[in-house]
């Protein structure tokens, strides 16, 4: 059962539930207060047999404009800057998103994960992907950070009918100072269009690496690059600057992208 609050205040459940704790006028203000604070809500689904999901709703204003499930690298979480900030714009622009933590988060609050982990990890993409569905129409959209994104196009190589595009940020194409080690192997299996950012300084992969990587996957693709930007491409110096232009060329090249399939 998927269980949506406010993020910060009481829900318009919790407020259907404590009817008899306050006045209808009182009531009224409650309810008011929080759709016009209009703020991400908590996401939460642990049905038994499946894999659980957990994270923050950002609601666009058409419920049919689309979504796009987000989620964050290995050492962080769905809370990270750059998620929020991009789920803030992504939902001003029409486009409803769901930043979820991955399994291995929900049972870990630190550490990074381990080679286990990415079936349950992606087992909870596709489940997160199908729970969106069931509330929101349009095109689906699933994406991340570094290992989030390399599970999302893992998941997706193997299953290209989940969603519509992938949007893979500071994709993490090798270890740092191991170029050797290419994690390539699913890119001549993707069949879904695949939108790459990445920052010049990424030390997981130079913009001549991944312009080379890409050509393996047969599809429609895409990099984008953020001058000066680190692996995670935000930091201070850039933070207020990264969003808008990854929301930019999203919307450019998957608008570009449903043209040339019609």
Same mark, same amino acid.
């Given at each position: 059962?998927?269980?949506?609050?406010?993020?910060?205040?009481?829900?318009?459940?919790?407020?259907?539930?404590?009817? $008899?704790?306050?006045?209808?006028?009182?009531?009224? *203000?409650?309810?008011?207060?929080?759709?016009?604070?209009?703020?991400?809500? @908590?996401?939460?689904?642990?049905?038994?047999?499946?894999?659980?999901?957990?994270?923050?709703? /950002?609601?666009?204003?058409?419920?049919?404009?689309? %979504?796009?499930?987000?989620? /964050?690298?290995?050492?962080?979480?769905?809370?990270?800057?750059?998620?929020?900030?991009? &789920?803030?714009?992504?939902?001003?622009?029409?486009?409803?998103?769901?930043?979820?933590?991955? !399994? %291995?988060?929900?049972?870990?609050?630190?550490?990074? !994960?381990?080679?286990?982990?990415?079936?349950?990890?992606?087992?909870?993409?596709?489940?997160?992907? #199908?729970?969106?569905?069931?509330?929101? &129409?349009?095109?689906?959209?699933?994406?991340?950070?570094? %290992?989030? $994104?390399?599970?999302?196009?893992?998941?997706?190589?193997?299953?290209?009918?989940?969603? #519509?595009?992938?949007?893979?940020?500071? %994709? !993490?194409?090798?270890?740092?100072?191991? !170029?050797?080690?290419?994690?390539?192997?699913?890119?001549?299996?993707?069949? *879904?269009?695949?939108?790459?950012?990445?920052?010049?300084?990424?030390?997981?992969?130079? *913009?001549?690496?991944?312009?080379?990587?890409?050509?393996?996957?047969?599809?429609?693709?895409?990099?984008?690059?953020?001058?000066?930007?680190? /692996? $995670?491409?935000?930091?201070?110096?850039?933070? #207020?600057?990264?969003?808008?232009?990854?929301?930019?060329?999203?919307?450019?090249?998957?608008?570009?992208? @449903?043209? *040339?399939?019609?």
């Amino acid at each position: 059962m998927v269980v949506l609050t406010d993020d910060k205040t009481i829900s318009g459940r919790s407020l259907i539930l404590n009817l $008899g704790a306050c006045s209808c006028q009182r009531l009224v *203000t409650l309810a008011t207060a929080t759709l016009m604070r209009n703020e991400a809500q @908590s996401f939460l689904d642990d049905a038994p047999g499946e894999a659980p999901v957990r994270g923050f709703l /950002h609601r666009a204003e058409d419920a049919g404009g689309g %979504y796009l499930v987000l989620t /964050h690298g290995a050492g962080g979480n769905c809370s990270a800057p750059l998620l929020v900030a991009l &789920a803030e714009k992504f939902a001003a622009s029409g486009l409803t998103v769901l930043r979820c933590d991955l !399994p %291995y988060r929900q049972r870990r609050p630190h550490g990074a !994960p381990s080679p286990s982990d990415a079936r349950t990890d992606q087992a909870g993409l596709r489940r997160a992907v #199908e729970l969106m569905r069931k509330q929101f &129409a349009g095109r689906a959209f699933l994406g991340g950070s570094s %290992y989030g $994104g390399r599970q999302a196009s893992m998941l997706v190589a193997e299953e290209p009918s989940l969603v #519509e595009g992938l949007l893979l940020l500071s %994709y !993490p194409l090798h270890p740092p100072g191991r !170029p050797a080690q290419l994690r390539t192997a699913h890119f001549p299996n993707l069949r *879904t269009p695949a939108l790459f950012v990445s920052g010049t300084k990424d030390s997981f992969g130079s *913009t001549e690496e991944l312009e080379a990587a890409i050509k393996l996957i047969p599809v429609r693709n895409k990099l984008v690059t953020i001058a000066g930007a680190p /692996h $995670g491409l935000s930091q201070k110096s850039n933070r #207020e600057e990264v969003p808008d232009p990854v929301v930019r060329e999203f919307q450019d090249f998957f608008d570009e992208s @449903s043209k *040339t399939e019609t």
